[in-house]
C-alpha cells in the first residue's frame, strides 16, 4: 500500500512538473515575441490600419544582401525602448528587391536602383504623406 501511494505521489510530481515546465516555457515564448517589432510586408494593408487606428506608419526598406540594413534591425529595431516605441506606428518592412514598385515609388529604392539608398525608415501619415524619411544607419 505504502509503495502504491509513492509511486502515485511520484507520478503526480512528475506530471506537475512537466505542467510547470511547460506554462514556463510558453510564457518565455511570449516575453520574446512581445520582445520584437511586429513588422508586416503589406503597405496597402498597412495604410487601411493606420487609418482605422489612427497611428501613423513607419516604413523601414530594407535587402537582405544590405549589411548595414542587417546592423539596423540587429543594434537599433532590437532595443527594447525602440520596440515599445514602435508600438505607437503601423511597422512595415520593404524589402527593396521583392518589391522594388513601393520602394520606387517612395524615393526608398537602393542607390543601384537609382533610390536614395538603404537601409531607409519613412515616417507616412494615415493618408500615405510623407512625414519624415531617414536614409542610413542610425
Not at 513588422?39 to 496597402?44: E, V
Not at 498597412?46 to 506608419?57: A, F, T, Y
Request: glycine share 6%; with cysteine; charged share 20%.
Amino acid at each position: 500500500m505504502i509503495r502504491f501511494f509513492l509511486t502515485a505521489l511520484c507520478i503526480i510530481a512528475v506530471v506537475l512538473l512537466t505542467v510547470q515546465c511547460q506554462k514556463h516555457e510558453s510564457s518565455n515564448q511570449k516575453a520574446a515575441t512581445a520582445s520584437v517589432i511586429q513588422w508586416t510586408d503589406n503597405l496597402k494593408t498597412g495604410l487601411q490600419q493606420s487609418k482605422q487606428q489612427d497611428k501613423p506608419i513607419m516604413v523601414e526598406f530594407t535587402a537582405a544582401w544590405c549589411p548595414y540594413c542587417r546592423m539596423l534591425e540587429d543594434s537599433t529595431f532590437s532595443q527594447q525602448y525602440i520596440i515599445e516605441k514602435a508600438e505607437q506606428f503601423i511597422p512595415i518592412q520593404i524589402d527593396v528587391d521583392k518589391q522594388p514598385d513601393v520602394a520606387n515609388q517612395y524615393g526608398a529604392n537602393a542607390r543601384k536602383y537609382g533610390g536614395s539608398g538603404i537601409p531607409g525608415v519613412l515616417f507616412l501619415n494615415p493618408e500615405g504623406e510623407k512625414l519624415l524619411h531617414i536614409t542610413g544607419y542610425l
